[in-house]
């Protein structure tokens, strides 16, 4: 019959443990940014529903640094062509560069039946995009709808700056250092043995 309470004391004093309580709390951090992450895909239906703007051929809409959000899909003919600042923004696949390029849908061209996009970065001054197939690299008249990766709906200006940071290896040797200086902190008992120290000599003799 005592067996049940022995193990509730057990956990109790498990849970009080600071190292199991700062492990819990990592858990539920991480947690609740992975619930987000996978929320937001789920609600976008999106694969990347955040993106960083590393050019500056959108400005002044969009600077160097933004944050976007990306809805990945809807109906096509949804997409609102026209000239800044009105038309739509997409993101999609480029011939030329490994990352998705976001620009402005200005225009729809038709060809063989077949409806395309005339896309154009706002800071490009009427030169607009020319695009290739992603296999054969015949040139088209436009953009086609299966290389569309999503659709922006709104943006935070400046906060991506902190994600290329964290790409570039001065940003990732300073996240390494702060994670293995907060797990110094946390785990090496400095504060048992100070405490150790300031124990009056009377409560010492008294144990």
Do not use: C
């Not at 309470?5 to 600071?18: C, D, G, I, M, V």
């Not at 990766?149 to 400046?158: D, K, L, N, Q, T």
């Not at 290896?169 to 300031?198: C, Q």
């Amino acid at each position: 019959m005592s067996a049940t309470p022995a193990r509730q004391s057990k956990l109790r004093k498990t849970l009080k443990n600071n190292y199991v309580q700062t492990a819990i709390l990592i858990m539920i951090v991480i947690g609740g940014v992975l619930s987000f992450w996978f929320g937001m895909r789920a609600v976008l239906r999106s694969e990347s529903p955040f993106m960083v703007v590393v050019t500056g051929s959108m400005e002044p809409t969009l600077p160097v640094g933004s944050l976007i959000v990306v809805q990945g899909y809807f109906d096509p003919s949804a997409i609102y062509a026209a000239p800044y600042p009105s038309g739509d923004i997409v993101v999609f696949r480029h011939w030329s560069l490994s990352d998705p390029l976001v620009h402005r849908v200005v225009g729809n061209t038709t060809k063989d039946g077949k409806t395309y996009w005339v896309t154009l970065g706002d800071a490009n001054h009427g030169i607009f995009d020319r695009h290739y197939n992603l296999e054969t690299h015949e040139e088209l008249p436009g953009l086609p709808w299966e290389y569309v990766i999503g659709r922006v709906i709104a943006h935070v200006p400046y906060i991506g700056h902190v994600a290329l940071f964290m790409q570039t290896p001065s940003g990732r040797i300073i996240i390494i250092v702060l994670i293995v200086a907060l797990i110094i902190v946390e785990f090496v008992p400095f504060s048992k043995k100070k405490d150790e120290e300031h124990i009056p000599e009377q409560e010492q003799s008294e144990a």
